[in-house]
Structures are given as structure tokens and as C-alpha cells.
């Protein structure tokens, strides 16, 4: 994928982007977040975003974060329809103890926060997001190959053509860098339902 082709939403004040790759150095107190529990609406964390009307497709994206050090700082993949409907999925730094693998689903403006904890020495993960029409699943590996279902959920106002990337963020009194490779963009790896009708 050429990258280089997607368009910012907040564009961060120091990145590096080429074809292939893409670094980010957060700024202090950006995010992605929609009043549940926190009641406060944040919708400035960098995102660089490519649009596609494909209603099947798998996406799948390699995120490194060496220097993370703050609670909150995160950085992974995302589908933004507008502020208040969108999901993403990242490793967020807790405390040196561990950090949260999770996921946040937005609509209608509310988000929710789905995570389990990791060893906060796991600096990489391969994000996998697929879709069938409205409906997404997130998936995350180790090493590219092997992948384990992190959630499946439904986007509300995802109908039609949709905006999908890569985003970081430190919502926080904090910066690092976060570094993005092996984007790939392909038919959907998610197959349809094999089980109780209609599917």
C-alpha cells in the first residue's frame, strides 16, 4: 500500500512518511474518546486515514512503540466516520507493571473499552481489521501470522464508504513515537458464519 496516498485527520506536528512506513511523535493530550464514564469528548488524536467503499476487505498493519511511558499512550489502527462513530484498536501503557490490549467502539457518541492486560515489554503487534458491510472484527498477533480474535462489533453509520488507517495518541501530559510498517490491504479473512441461519 502506498501510504503516502492516505490523508491526515489532525495532522501531528512531526511525523515521517514514505510509501511503506510511517512515524508518529505523539503530542500531550490527544485522543480518541466519547463521554462514557469519563464524560469528557475528545476527538484530536493524529490519524492518517485512506477511504474505500469495499464492504469486504481485511486490513492489517505492524505497530511499534519502543518509548511509551505514560498512561494512556497508545497507538494502533482505526475506522472514523466522524467523531462520534468510530472504533480503534491498540496496546495502551498503564504503569511499568503492564499496559492494556484493547479496543473502543464508538456510536452515537458513546464509546465503550474492551482490554486484557500485557507485559509492558511488548513493544510490537500486527493489527487485523476486516469487514463484512457493517459489521467488523479485530484480531492481533505477535508475529504476523498467527492471529487471535480480539472482538467483533457493528458500526451504526458505517454504510457505504468508510475512512480506515493508522492512529496515535497520548492523551496524557506525555510524546513518544510510534512506528507503523507492513500495511496491507486485501480480500476479507473473515469468513462468513457458518453455523444457525441466515448466514
Same mark, same amino acid.
Given at each position: 500500500?502506498?501510504?503516502?496516498?492516505?490523508?491526515?485527520?489532525?495532522?501531528?506536528?512531526?511525523?515521517?512518511?514514505?510509501?511503506?512506513?510511517?512515524?508518529?511523535? %505523539?503530542?500531550?493530550?490527544?485522543?480518541?474518546?466519547?463521554? %462514557?464514564?469519563?464524560?469528557?469528548?475528545?476527538?484530536?488524536?493524529?490519524?492518517?486515514?485512506?477511504?474505500?467503499?469495499?464492504?469486504?476487505?481485511?486490513? %492489517?498493519?505492524?505497530?511499534?512503540?519502543?518509548?511509551?511511558? #505514560?498512561?494512556?499512550?497508545?497507538?494502533?489502527?482505526?475506522?472514523?466516520? &466522524?467523531?462520534?462513530?468510530?472504533?480503534?484498536?491498540?496496546?495502551?501503557?498503564?504503569? #511499568?507493571?503492564?499496559?492494556?490490549?484493547?479496543?473502543?467502539?464508538?456510536?452515537?457518541?458513546?464509546? &465503550?473499552?474492551? %482490554?486484557?492486560?500485557?507485559?509492558?515489554?511488548?513493544?510490537?503487534?500486527?493489527?487485523?481489521? !476486516?469487514?463484512?458491510?457493517?459489521?467488523?472484527?479485530?484480531?492481533?498477533?505477535?508475529?504476523?501470522?498467527?492471529? #487471535?480474535?480480539?472482538?467483533?462489533?457493528?458500526?451504526?453509520?458505517?454504510?457505504?464508504?468508510?475512512?480506515?488507517?493508522?492512529?496515535?495518541?497520548?492523551?496524557?501530559?506525555? !510524546?513518544?513515537?510510534?512506528?507503523? !510498517?507492513?500495511?496491507?490491504?486485501?480480500?476479507?479473512?473473515?469468513?462468513?458464519?457458518?453455523?444457525?441461519?441466515?448466514?
Amino acid at each position: 500500500m502506498d501510504i503516502s496516498q492516505f490523508r491526515w485527520v489532525n495532522r501531528p506536528q512531526e511525523f515521517k512518511l514514505s510509501p511503506e512506513e510511517l512515524s508518529v511523535t %505523539t503530542q500531550p493530550h490527544t485522543d480518541l474518546w466519547q463521554k %462514557t464514564y469519563y464524560h469528557f469528548v475528545n476527538d484530536n488524536a493524529p490519524m492518517l486515514l485512506m477511504d474505500t467503499e469495499e464492504d469486504y476487505f481485511s486490513f %492489517t498493519v505492524k505497530v511499534d512503540v519502543k518509548d511509551s511511558h #505514560q498512561r494512556f499512550d497508545q497507538a494502533g489502527i482505526v475506522v472514523y466516520l &466522524d467523531s462520534e462513530n468510530w472504533l480503534k484498536a491498540s496496546i495502551e501503557y498503564e504503569n #511499568q507493571a503492564f499496559q492494556h490490549l484493547g479496543s473502543v467502539v464508538t456510536n452515537q457518541g458513546f464509546s &465503550d473499552w474492551a %482490554t486484557v492486560q500485557i507485559p509492558t515489554k511488548t513493544q510490537s503487534m500486527y493489527y487485523r481489521l !476486516s469487514r463484512r458491510k457493517q459489521d467488523f472484527r479485530i484480531e492481533n498477533s505477535l508475529d504476523g501470522i498467527n492471529f #487471535q480474535q480480539m472482538r467483533i462489533c457493528h458500526l451504526n453509520q458505517a454504510n457505504g464508504s468508510i475512512s480506515l488507517g493508522i492512529y496515535a495518541c497520548s492523551p496524557e501530559d506525555s !510524546s513518544f513515537t510510534a512506528h507503523f !510498517s507492513a500495511l496491507d490491504l486485501g480480500p476479507c479473512l473473515w469468513q462468513a458464519h457458518d453455523g444457525q441461519e441466515p448466514d
